[in-house]
């Protein structure tokens, strides 16, 4: 069985090629194969490695090889899809299979999910097409021949099965058929279920694969409100307030599909692409123009610039980001946007160089679970330990950030996540040590919907 393999742990250089979007595929999802594989720190090295990052770099040598438009919708189709399916990937491959999957080696691991994938889920392509072209990469790939036979056997099984209606589906209201609908693994489906309920944790995994809503955020230092929509009525961009009364800069475009740069009034710095929920952060902090505003976990700048645009550059906001690359990025954003009243050090945290400020936001460091419609990947980084991991991690910002809060002033925790370890559970073990020093005014968990992604706050203003 020499499409099996017992070193599964060992990860390869990989011979990076971008022939064709399905060979780019390949390696992208190969490595993140690899990665599961790391024997005793299978999770930690899927953090470690950069999904997107791996995507973009295969995207722009796709690009400079020729790949046509409908090349790069295959490729990012394929890479999305089985990272957000890996879990119903697997669980159709272990039926389908006779040899235990970690006995298998990556490639024909990946491969097989490749296939299936296009096979199950991507009706663009028809199913003789997905099998052949499955197996051409194969061959490409220099896979042995009982490996390449053992991927097109189960491959045709599947395809013969699901034809005649005899492939083994779990019952449609168990999570078994839950996850192969929605990728959500069935843990995930269970530990949601006891906190939020069988109806809205199903309602939120069946959310979380419909496309994501471009929702963006006006500017307000550049144009009003109403001045954008009329450059949208000018397109003919269709558009709703999903929140007028909270958040009149929010809109939600409803019939824009084109690249983000060709936005009415994004490349002089009118818009920025913002979820519904994350703009909301920003309205609970209300800041106001005289105030000194904190923003912890600045970068990418989302919540900051819109802190900044709301005081109409007025005040001081001191924008902190422990890491470079974000660092730049936050940077970048504050040029776009035609922000001044906003400050970066490069220096370590410290109240005698920074003082004390009115509010100081702490967006912190989480499993991102409120946002795996956008990032698919999630799914594969969580584990149940992983939320405890983060909770210790953000209570420990947490405990940093409240140094810098004037007495009177209000400190504010928020995350993109949905697990109480990470939200609730980390401000009540901050509430324990500052029994006498802080109070909870406001706390709200807003759940995965259609249109918005999940999220976090809690407002603890600090005594007198």
């Known amino acids: ?152 056997g189960v491959l045709r099984r599947f395809q013969g099965q699901e034809e005649s209606h005899r492939f083994p589906w779990p019952d449609s209201k168990s999570e078994e058929s839950v996850m192969i609908k929605t990728g959500w693994p069935v843990w995930l489906l269970k530990y949601c279920e006891t906190i939020y309920g069988v109806e809205n944790t199903h309602a939120m995994a069946m959310a979380s694969v419909s496309p994501p809503p471009m929702s963006v955020r006006v500017n307000l230092l550049c144009r009003s409100i109403d001045e954008y929509k009329l450059l949208l009525d000018g397109e003919k961009i269709e558009y ?19 690249p983000v740069v060709n936005l009415p009034g994004f490349p002089d710095g009118c818009v920025y692409i913002q979820d519904v929920n994350s703009a909301w952060v920003s309205a609970v902090v209300n800041p106001q123009s005289q105030e000194r505003i904190l923003d912890f976990c600045a970068a990418p700048g989302s919540k900051t610039t819109h802190m900044a645009a709301k005081m109409m550059n007025q005040g001081e906001i001191v924008a902190y980001e422990v890491v470079h690359d974000r660092r730049q990025h936050l940077e970048e954003n504050i040029e776009r946007l035609r922000i001044a009243n906003i400050t970066i050090p490069h220096t370590e945290p410290s109240v005698e160089s920074w003082g004390l400020f009115d509010a100081v936001l702490v967006d912190a460091p989480c499993t991102g679970l409120g946002t795996v419609r956008k990032n698919p990947d999630i799914l594969l980084k969580l584990s149940q330990t992983e939320f405890y991991r983060m909770h210790a991690e ?35 073990a901050f509430l324990e040590c500052h029994p006498e020093e802080y109070r909870l005014a406001f706390e709200e968990q807003r759940l995965i919907t259609a249109e918005q992604d999940g999220f976090y706050i809690a407002v603890l203003p600090k005594a007198e």
């Open 394 to 428: 953000q209570v420990d910002i947490l405990e940093q950030a409240s140094a810098f809060v004037r007495p009177g002033g209000r400190l504010i925790y928020s995350t993109c996540s949905l697990s109480p370890e990470e939200n609730q559970k980390t401000t009540q």
């Open 240 to 258: 709703k307030q999903p929140d007028p009364e909270t958040l009149p800069e929010v809109l939600i475009l409803k019939n824009y599909s084109g």
């Open 1 to 152: 069985m020499r499409f099996c393999d017992e070193r599964v742990t060992h990860v390869r250089e990989l011979h990076i090629r971008c022939d064709t979007p399905r060979h780019a595929a390949f390696e992208v999802l190969n490595q993140l194969d690899h990665a599961f594989s790391h024997r005793g720190d299978g999770l930690g090295a899927i953090r470690r490695l950069n999904v997107h990052q791996l995507m973009g770099s295969l995207w722009v040598r796709g690009t400079a090889a020729g790949w046509s438009d409908q090349d790069r919708v295959l490729f990012h189709q394929i890479c999305d899809g089985v990272v957000r399916f890996w879990h119903p990937l697997n669980w159709i491959l272990d039926v389908m299979s006779h040899h235990p999957l970690d006995k298998l080696q990556p490639e024909v691991r990946t491969l097989t999910r490749m296939g299936l994938y296009q096979l199950y889920y991507l009706n663009r392509v028809p199913d003789y097409a997905a099998v052949d072209t499955t197996m051409k990469v194969a061959m490409d790939f220099n896979l042995t021949s009982p490996a390449r036979s053992f991927i097109h």
